[in-house]
């Protein structure tokens, strides 16, 4: 009888499509939990009077310790936040990295799997959650956020957004967004064998990514960390610069707004939360 075998494009393609459901399916996983998070604490707020607003803020802010598991409850969804928002714009990157891997085990050298790659780049944002829940801390114990984390204080949301727009233009953003937009140079100029090569480049990978976009993640301050709008609009913004055409002169725009909005909310003509 005779045998029959998958053809070479046949089989790219499941590979493919393999890639694309999971790391579909881990998104989809940590929107939901976005989703769930915000949902509660919506609904923990609504029907509450401007004196009980006051009083719950106080007991927030004055009361409540940040005890280890707070802590731990706040990096956990800083981390979910991250994978929700970063690992679709790195689907190019690993798209490549898979196609690499596939050809190699092709010409039987094969290569650390995809989700040592993956890997790598999750714990970087990871990494990034504990900076992120070490900031809230401190601005929680400041009396700078609302209940629903959004800065109540309007020079430091102004601050955020002129200080973001401001990094927008920098030669450090678009070093790393050149990084980050190129996944054929990277993985080429990058390449380490084994699974530690792998996790390494995801690392370096992440690193690049955090270099791009950690201050409009302090962005989420601004207009609100559990705003699903918003953390969708900041996702999008982010996937855009990695893949349009021209994103990095659209970034400059947006870098400029971002600095006339946080000057008019400076003086009051904006207002935000």
Request: aromatic residues 8%; glycine residues 10%; contains cysteine.
């Amino acid at each position: 009888m005779a045998r029959t075998t998958a053809s070479p494009t046949r089989v790219g393609s499941r590979d493919r499509s393999l890639v694309l459901i999971g790391l579909a399916g881990i998104a989809a996983l940590a929107w939901t939990y976005i989703v769930i998070e915000a949902g509660r604490m919506t609904a923990g707020s609504v029907g509450m009077d401007a004196p009980s607003m006051a009083e719950t803020m106080d007991a927030i802010v004055h009361v409540r310790p940040w005890t280890a598991t707070e802590f731990g409850l706040r990096v956990v969804m800083w981390a979910l936040m991250m994978v929700a928002m970063m690992l679709p714009t790195a689907t190019p990157m690993t798209l490549v990295y898979a196609a690499v891997a596939r050809k190699a085990a092709s010409q039987k050298s094969p290569v650390a799997p995809t989700f040592v790659f993956v890997a790598g780049y999750v714990t970087v944002w990871s990494m990034f959650s504990v900076a992120a829940a070490l900031a809230q801390m401190g601005l929680d114990r400041a009396a700078l956020l609302s209940p629903m984390m959004v800065s109540i204080s309007p020079v430091l949301g102004s601050a955020v957004l002129i200080g973001a727009g401001v990094y927008q233009l920098t030669p450090l953003k678009h070093a790393c967004l050149e990084h980050c937009r190129a996944p054929a140079h990277f993985i080429s100029q990058h390449w380490q064998s084994g699974p530690t090569g792998a996790f390494r480049m995801g690392l370096r990978l992440g690193v690049y990514c955090v270099g791009c976009c950690w201050v409009l993640m302090a962005l989420l301050f601004v207009g609100g960390v559990m705003n699903l709008v918003w953390i969708a609009a900041i996702a999008i913004f982010v996937l855009l610069e990695k893949v349009v055409p021209y994103a990095i002169a659209g970034g400059r725009v947006v870098g400029a707004t971002m600095i006339l909005v946080g000057a008019l909310s400076l003086f009051g003509f904006v207002t935000f939360g």
